[in-house]
């Protein structure tokens, strides 16, 4: 089950798990509930029996600091964190991210393939 954490909670989470995927979200945006489907049905399945792993979601709308401190401005926002780090990568069009901003209908398969990557770099 994803599990919903406040920013102090969220920074302990991100310092204990090897890798943290989390899902920023607000209750009355249509695509976050989407996102939070495919979590439920698709990602943490996968996930739920690893102990290094922590998929969770911030409400930026009880966590206003939060979200102005790393300047999401659209949601659905996911974000990655690797050994207490938050993770840059190439975006689509080439330039680095920190993010993933809106909702895709693969969400599910990108998100898994992070973790798999991550754990098995080559």
Do not use: H
């Not at 102090?8 to 920023?24: R, S």
């Not at 922590?54 to 600091?65: G, L, R, S, T």
């Not at 993770?87 to 069009?93: I, L, N, P, T, Y």
């Amino acid at each position: 089950m994803v599990r919903e954490v406040s920013q102090d909670e969220l920074e302990k989470v991100i310092q204990e798990y090897k890798i943290v995927i989390l899902d920023c979200f607000a209750p009355w945006c249509g695509p976050c509930k989407g996102i939070a489907k495919t979590l439920e049905s698709k990602v943490v399945p996968k996930f739920e029996n690893d102990d290094d792993i922590a998929i969770v979601k911030i409400n930026i709308d009880k966590n206003q600091e939060f979200a102005q401190g790393l300047q999401i401005m659209s949601i659905p926002t996911m974000m990655f964190f690797v050994d207490g780090k938050r993770v840059v990568f190439q975006g689509d069009d080439g330039k680095q991210e920190d993010r993933i901003v809106g909702f895709y209908p693969n969400i599910d398969e990108i998100i898994i393939n992070f973790v798999e990557q991550t754990r098995n770099p080559k």
